[in-house]
């Protein structure tokens, strides 16, 4: 596994990171990784979300399994609340 040292981070970002990191009980490291893990994505998630991306817009491109006219929310929470 690769090392990675950062120097030069401002006082009140490292001091908003310990504090992140007291509160969810982890090493500011660990914090760190946490962090990278969620907000950089690495090759493997990008073509997840690209494979998402291409299903949700075939499903957005069918057409819809009945035809409408189909009841407004209002009208469906109107019905719901009639019961």
Known sequence: MATLYVENVPDDLYEALRK?????RKSIAAEVLGL???????E??????RKFLKQ?????????L????FPSVEEMVREDRDR
């Open 56 to 64: 949700m817009k075939e499903l957005s491109s069918r057409e819809p």
């Open 20 to 24: 992140q990191a007291k509160a969810h």
């Open 66 to 69: 009945t035809q409408g006219p």
């Open 44 to 49: 493997e998630e990008l073509k997840r979300r």
């Open 36 to 42: 990278l893990q969620q907000f950089v994505p690495t």
